[in-house]
């Protein structure tokens, strides 16, 4: 039984939690640009409520959303062609994630990386809402009736979850409802890795601020950190296979095929035979060619956090325009009286 004829529509978020980095821009950001879309607006988030699951500094947390706000935008994201919002400002996200707490089994979130990641050794002293996150995630998602959801590689399993909540709701209820989204995962750069550690996420909570590039590092901060970026003492090889068991290396020639917009195997065809104390000062100026602009414009958007607040307040408004109704519906669906039809 088919209730909706879904058109395409890109819905992704980031979390307000301060230091974003180079694994953001080119896992995220760099991919939300080129996916704007004229006909049905491309929704961007701010998930502030995401954030809040493990605790933030509520000026910090304030400070972050606005930072992250003038990311988007001086990465390239038009707050009049997309949607640009902070997500607590749109109650019918906790609305359906509610309902969804309600579908989604305890066995699926047992299985969820991330929790076990961020949880560590101690779960028990997690917020319930760490717990709970995949479930707001799906809500973000299906409250627009999304199809596409851009993210790096560390988000698949929890659009796949997604997926599942979508399937159980339409199932249980014998309705074609909620779309069944795809994460759109591609590029050189899916998954960014640390600059210490080959084998680990870059990720804007690991402790050592040398183990990441941040959005806002400045040209010396960037270079430093590629120069004492961990590496074997072999040259680069000519061919993909050469890079195998070579994580650390493997994830330079990444960066920089994603910076420069090739593939990995043109940067070796240009670089094989060369040490790393040639491509680490050429990888350095390509970081430092993308990411100082966008630093610059940051702090120029910085400078005016009214205009950042207008920003997120018409986003919010245009967001609870597509969300209302389907919120609605879907109160509809599961049997709650509306106290006016809308
Ligand atoms: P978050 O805030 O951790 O990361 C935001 C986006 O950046 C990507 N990313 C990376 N990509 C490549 N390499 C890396 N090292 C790297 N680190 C981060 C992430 O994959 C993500 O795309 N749960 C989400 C936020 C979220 C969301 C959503 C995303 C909430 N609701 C609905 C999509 C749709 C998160 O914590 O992302």
Partial sequence: MSEANFQPRVFSGIQPSGNLTLGNYLGALRRFVDMQND??????????????TVWQEPDALAMATRELTAAYVACGIDPERSILFNQSQVPAHSQLAWIFNCVARIGWINRMTQFKDKAGKNRENASLGLYAYPALMAADILVYHATHVPVGEDQKQHVELTRD??????????LDFF?????????????????????KKMSKSDPSDMSRINMTDDADAIAQKIRKARTDPEALPSELKGLDDRPEARNLVNIY????????????????????????????????????????????????????DRILAQGADRAAEIAEPIIDRTYEITGMILKRKS
């Fill in 39 to 52: 006909e049905n607006p491309a929704l961007y988030c701010i998930v502030d409520l995401h954030a809040i």
């Fill in 165 to 174: 909540i979508a399937a159980k709701f339409n199932h249980d209820f014998g």
């Fill in 179 to 199: 779309p069944m989204p795809e994460p759109v995962i591609e590029g050189a750069a899916t998954r960014v890795m640390s600059l210490r550690d080959g084998t």
């Fill in 257 to 308: 095929a994603a910076l420069a917009g090739t593939q990995p195997q043109d940067v070796l065809t240009e670089y094989g035979g060369q040490q790393f104390s040639t491509f680490k000062p050429a990888l350095a100026d390509l970081a430092v060619e993308h990411l100082s602009p966008i630093a610059g414009r940051m702090s120029e958007l910085m400078a005016d956090p009214a205009e950042i």
